[in-house]
């Protein structure tokens, strides 16, 4: 008779623990939805741009960006920008070829105070040459002299308030998410990271770009342990949308 109490029990905790799960995600997903479409009227102004320049990075975990990958079918990984408290927020989302959502996973901030020193490192590294890479992910690389580049031009651009409608757009319509192969997130996933952090910056076409970059738990940058001076791969080559259709027009193309 005990037995049937405690295990009637169990079952009254795990039924609430679902609902209560279940009732988070119902009030997660509008708004989420509600931060994404404040993004493409939000005001770029004075006030943005202060907020903004405290935030170093966006972090996802490599536990749960690990289950995302894992989703059976997924074709593409999308960053997808949201807007709040004047800064931009950013969660990724797993899509399938039909552009069907199959899962997503939430950041934290991680504050420019508390990388500022790590940021000014990052310019002193070099790629490791020896690393086997797929010709993939060699069209992703990004040199850390370069990610400190482009990741220094968007700060410059946010301390003067320049430009910024022109650069987070494509003639005149806001970017509303960066898609990336998730085999280039798959190489991240197995390197003992502990985040992979995600670093708006500014490419050479003058535009804002996704730089990934793995952290060890101290969000520093994760290195090469027989070579401190090297660092692990940092990848870009994120595709802003818009342009949606063009691009996923050449995808298709090139899978032919």
């Known amino acids: 008779m005990k037995k049937i109490r405690i295990f009637g029990v169990c079952v009254v905790m795990f039924s609430i623990l679902t609902c209560q799960k279940e009732d988070n995600q119902r009030e997660v997903v509008p708004l989420l939805v509600s931060q994404n479409e404040n993004w493409l009227s939000a005001n770029l102004d004075a006030k943005f741009a202060s907020s903004q320049k ?6 996802f975990s490599t536990d749960e960006m690990k289950l995302l990958i894992q989703k059976p079918n997924i074709a593409e990984v999308h960053f997808v920008m949201g807007f709040n408290d004047d800064k931009i927020q950013i969660q990724v989302s797993g899509v399938d070829e039909s552009g ?3 899962g997503t996973v939430k950041s934290a901030i991680l504050k ?4 500022r020193t790590e940021l000014t490192n990052l310019n002193q590294l070099s790629v490791n040459t020896t690393n086997k890479r797929t010709p993939l992910l060699n069209s992703h690389l990004l ?15 946010l301390k003067v308030v320049s430009d910024l409608e022109k650069i987070t757009s494509h003639e005149g319509s ?5 898609s990336l192969e998730p085999e280039v997130i798959k190489a991240m996933l197995y390197k003992d990271y502990v985040n992979i952090g995600l670093f708006l910056g500014l490419n050479p076409k003058g535009k804002v770009t996704a730089i ?11 290195k090469i342990a027989i070579n401190p001076k ?9 595709r802003p949308c818009p342009p949606c259709i063009d691009e996923e027009t050449e995808e298709q193309i090139n899978r032919k």
Do not use: C, H, M
């Open 54 to 59: 405290q935030v170093a990075a966006y972090l």
């Open 100 to 102: 069907t959502e199959l």
């Open 112 to 115: 420019e105070s508390n990388f």
């Open 143 to 157: 040199s850390p002299d370069n990610a400190f580049k482009w990741i220094k031009e968007w700060q410059g651009k």
């Open 174 to 178: 806001r970017f509303r998410y960066f």
């Open 212 to 222: 990934l970059i793995g952290l060890d738990q101290n969000n520093a940058v994760k």
């Open 230 to 238: 090297e660092a692990n791969d940092i990848y870009d080559g994120t």
